[in-house]
Antibody, heavy 121, light 107 residues
C-alpha cells in the first residue's frame, strides 16, 4: 500500500521559516509527480505546489511563489517544501499528495495524513 | 484561475437515499474534473477522475458525469460511511483548483 508520511510542521512566528518533509514508500517514487496541498482550519483545499518525477519541473500557487520552494530527493524517496517569509494566512494542514501520473497538472490519488503549520506570534 | 462552485453547500439525507452533488466551472474544463471525499480528521480520498472514471477501490455506487462547465457526482444509495464533505477539482488550467465543498450530512 502506498504510504506518504509528512513531518516538520509546528508553530512558527510570522516571517519565519519551516521545512516540511514527506517520506514516500511502496511505489516507484521517481515515476510520479508530487504535490503539496493545504487546508486552513475549517476551510477547503488549496493546491500549493507541484514537482515532476525527475524534479526538473516545478510550479507554484501565486500566493506562495517566491516564498516556498518544492524539491525532492529521489534517492531518499522524500519530498520537501521549504517555506520562508511565513504569514498568518499560511496557517494550515499541509498534505503531501501523489499525482495520478507523472503529469505536473494532475489529480491526487494518494495523500499523507498531513502536518499542521501554525504561523503566529 | 478557474473557479469551481459546488452546490448545495449542505445536503441532508438518510442512509439508502440517492445523493446528487453539483460542481460548476467558471469556464470549460473539458472532462478534466475529479471528485474527492473527506471525512473529519482524515485526508481527502480520490473518488472519480476525468469526470466519470472511478478511482481504484471506489464502489460502484459512486458515479460521475458531465463535461465542459457542469458536472455531477451521484451516490446511488448512501451508506453510513458516505456522510462526509465532497470536493471537486479541475486540472484543465493552472493552477489546479478545488470547489468549496458539499457536506453530506445525516438527516
Amino acid at each position: 500500500e502506498v504510504q506518504l508520511l509528512e513531518s516538520g510542521g509546528g508553530l512558527v512566528q510570522p516571517g519565519g521559516s519551516l521545512r516540511l518533509s514527506c517520506a514516500a514508500s511502496e511505489f516507484i517514487f521517481n515515476n510520479y509527480a508530487m504535490n503539496w496541498v493545504r487546508q486552513a482550519p475549517g476551510k477547503g483545499l488549496d493546491w500549493v505546489s507541484a514537482i515532476s518525477g525527475s524534479g526538473a519541473s516545478t510550479n507554484y500557487a501565486d500566493s506562495v511563489r517566491g516564498r516556498f520552494t518544492i524539491s525532492r530527493d529521489n534517492s531518499k524517496n522524500t519530498l520537501y517544501l521549504q517555506m520562508n517569509s511565513l504569514r498568518a494566512e499560511d496557517t494550515a494542514i499541509y498534505y503531501c499528495a501523489r499525482a495520478l501520473t507523472n503529469t505536473l497538472r494532475d489529480y491526487f490519488d494518494y495523500w499523507g495524513q498531513g502536518t499542521l503549520v501554525t504561523v503566529s506570534s | 484561475e478557474i473557479v469551481l462552485t459546488q452546490s448545495p453547500a449542505t445536503l441532508s439525507l438518510s442512509p439508502g437515499e440517492r445523493a446528487t452533488l453539483s460542481c460548476r466551472a467558471s469556464q470549460s474544463v473539458s472532462n478534466y474534473l475529479a471528485w474527492y471525499k473527506q471525512k473529519p480528521g482524515q485526508a481527502p480520498r480520490l473518488l472519480i477522475y476525468d469526470a466519470s472514471n472511478r478511482a481504484t477501490g471506489i464502489p460502484a455506487r459512486f458515479s460521475g458525469s458531465g463535461s465542459g462547465t457542469d458536472f455531477t457526482l451521484t451516490i446511488s444509495s448512501l451508506e453510513p460511511e458516505d456522510f462526509a464533505v465532497y470536493y471537486c477539482q479541475q486540472r484543465s488550467n493552472w493552477p489546479p483548483t478545488f470547489g468549496g465543498g458539499t457536506k453530506v450530512e445525516i438527516k
